[in-house]
Antibody, heavy 121, light 110 residues
Framework: EVQLLESGEGLVQPGGSLRLSCAAS????????MSWVRQAPGKGLEWVSG????????YYADSVKGRFAIYRDNSKNTMYLQMSSLRAEDTAVYYC??????????????WGQGTLVTVSA | QSVVTQSPSASGTPGQRVTISCSGS????????VIWYQQFPGTAPILLIY???QRPSGVPDRFSVSKSGTSASLAISGLRSEDEADYYC???????????FGTGTKVTVL
């Protein structure tokens, strides 16, 4: 059974940094692209970033480009999102999701339960 | 501000057919597959249906999709109370080099 477990939840001040982790199990992690998707309170889904199975290709939404970095450690079956220069508008539940593709972001077929990031003074 | 828009809400009585629309552009829906996700309050989204009406196991064939040009739609036939949820379309955008979600549609069963 595919399982995705996010961690790194926290309250951080504007301008601060935080790292999220997504531990995966139940599938061959390195074969599949992964994404981070967020949802601000009461709002819709927003794709944040994606990474290919090998980790050599990364993709970002314009809203986080230059501030967030996605990477993965396939030896640990874990994906990360390093967030810096955080803003109030980054406050959201962050979900990690597995893709059916190994390279691009196409179909997010499995999702974690999410972890809450709050940016506030 | 999403580049893919959906009507904010849709509703119907049990047994009715409800259609949700998703409008984009040539760089996303017009040139890539459209995927649909379902989300119940307080829970993570789940994959509902995608290319050529492919459904994960457990998703009933009451759900179907279609696409024409830069628009797509999700139809729910034989509406049931358990279909009450938020629905999002999504597609890769070649111009933004990013995955874009639609604005979401809340389906209410009256």
């Amino acid at each position: 059974e595919v399982q995705l477990l996010e961690s790194g939840e926290g309250l951080v001040q504007p301008g601060g940094s935080l790292r999220l982790s997504c531990a995966a199990s139940g599938f061959t992690f390195s074969n599949f692209a992964m994404s981070w998707v967020r949802q601000a309170p009461g709002k819709g889904l927003e794709w944040v970033s994606g990474i290919s199975g090998s980790g050599d290709r990364t993709y970002y939404a314009d809203s986080v480009k230059g501030r967030f970095a996605i990477y993965r450690d396939n030896s640990k079956n874990t994906m990360y999102l390093q967030m810096s220069s955080l803003r109030a508008e980054d406050t959201a539940v962050y979900y990690c999701a597995k893709d059916v593709s190994g390279v691009g972001i196409v179909v997010l077929d499995k999702w974690g339960q999410g972890t809450l990031v709050t940016v506030s003074a | 501000q999403s580049v893919v828009t959906q009507s904010p809400s849709a509703s119907g009585t049990p047994g009715q057919r409800v259609t949700i629309s998703c409008s984009g552009s040539s760089s996303n829906i017009g040139s890539n597959s459209v995927i649909w996700y379902q989300q119940f309050p307080g829970t993570a989204p789940i994959l509902l249906i995608y290319t050529d009406n492919q459904r994960p196991s457990g998703v009933p064939d009451r759900f179907s999709v279609s696409k024409s040009g830069t628009s797509a739609s999700l139809a729910i036939s034989g509406l049931r109370s358990e279909d009450e949820a938020d629905y999002y379309c999504a597609a890769w955008d070649d111009s933004l080099n990013a995955y874009v979600f639609g604005t979401g549609t809340k389906v209410t069963v009256l």
